[in-house]
């Protein structure tokens, strides 16, 4: 299989932006985008195959874009079983799209029924990584194509961590034969509010295994880096996108934005900031 499986995928995908409803027109007019994500539980995955998928997305497909469905709530850091129906929308996901593979986060997102609304952090433990790999297992199980993980952003950490991030990671990963989703903006913000070197943390992290890439911007508050995928991407994380490329270039780099979406020049320019931090050509032209 080519593209960004998680292990011997070629680099031909290149940099991309995420498929948002709000932002479909402007994607649809790049005209080198090669590859594009949408969030999973955005697709009404009822109804036929043939009926549920958005006609800008289809046409997007028509002309060669890879897609990859996106998940944000199977919560497979939670102690609970994953849900059935959601991996199986996960799975019906994949195949309306033609997916080469899905992604979802190393987080929960509910406990005893109730949601959260958010992707939270686990305990940097051996019980949590047990947990998210019998969840991960049994979510492969139903799935028709690979599963790249993605670890998250945290505010706090829990105390008393077992494992740091990147051995946490890499075990997950070992167990489960995942690829990695990498977010070099979670690297970023996840080092300085630990006040830790970002590429130290770059250094230690399985590159090897990476499916594809994000890059999202974010902001300051009271003296800690929230991920906001709102605001514009800081140098400093464009600055991490070049070390990344030094060491092992991924698949794909993806530009994430969800909200405040500014106007299509701003866009262009931050997916051509992207693009010449990784070295590679622009998309945009």
């Keep these: 299989m080519t593209g960004p499986t998680g292990g011997g995928a070629d680099h031909r995908y290149g940099v991309a932006i995420g ?12 005209p080198g985008l090669r590859f594009t994500e949408v969030i999973a539980e955005s697709l009404n995955t009822t109804q036929s195959l043939s009926t549920m998928e958005p006609p800008a997305l289809a046409a ?8 990859v469905p996106h998940g944000i709530k199977l919560s ?3 102690a609970e079983p994953v849900d059935p129906a959601r991996v199986a929308h996960l799975a ?15 987080a929960y997102v509910r406990a005893g029924g109730t949601e959260a609304g958010h992707l939270l952090p686990l305990p940097r433990s051996w019980d949590a990584v047990a947990t998210v790999v019998d969840n991960v297992k049994r979510a492969q ?6 599963l790249a993980l993605e ?6 950490e829990w105390p008393d961590d077992e494992l740091s991030e990147a051995d946490f990671l890499t075990e997950i990963l070992d167990r489960t034969g995942a ?6 903006a979670n690297v970023y913000a996840n080092a300085r509010n630990r006040g830790e070197d970002p590429l130290a943390l770059l250094d230690k992290l399985p590159l090897e295994r ?10 300051e508050h009271d003296g800690l880096y929230h991920d906001t995928h709102t605001d514009p991407v800081p140098p400093a994380v464009l600055e991490l996108v070049t070390a990344l490329c030094e060491r092992h270039m991924p698949p794909a780099l993806m530009l994430e934005r969800d909200g405040h979406y500014p106007p299509a020049s701003t866009l262009v320019g931050e997916l051509d900031a992207i693009a010449d931090a990784a070295g590679l050509d622009r998309i945009t032209a």
């Design 179 to 184: 690829g990695l989703l990498l977010d070099v």
């Design 141 to 146: 199980a139903e799935l028709p194509v690979p």
């Design 76 to 78: 497979l850091g939670g």
């Design 210 to 219: 990476i499916a594809y890439v994000h890059v999202a911007g974010g902001a």
């Design 19 to 30: 498929w948002r409803r709000e932002i479909a027109g402007f994607v649809a007019d790049l």
């Design 92 to 106: 019906r996901a994949a195949e309306l799209v033609s997916a080469p593979l899905v992604s979802e986060h190393i």
């Design 60 to 67: 997007l497909r028509a002309r060669g874009v890879a897609v």
């Design 151 to 156: 670890p998250i952003a945290a505010l706090v």
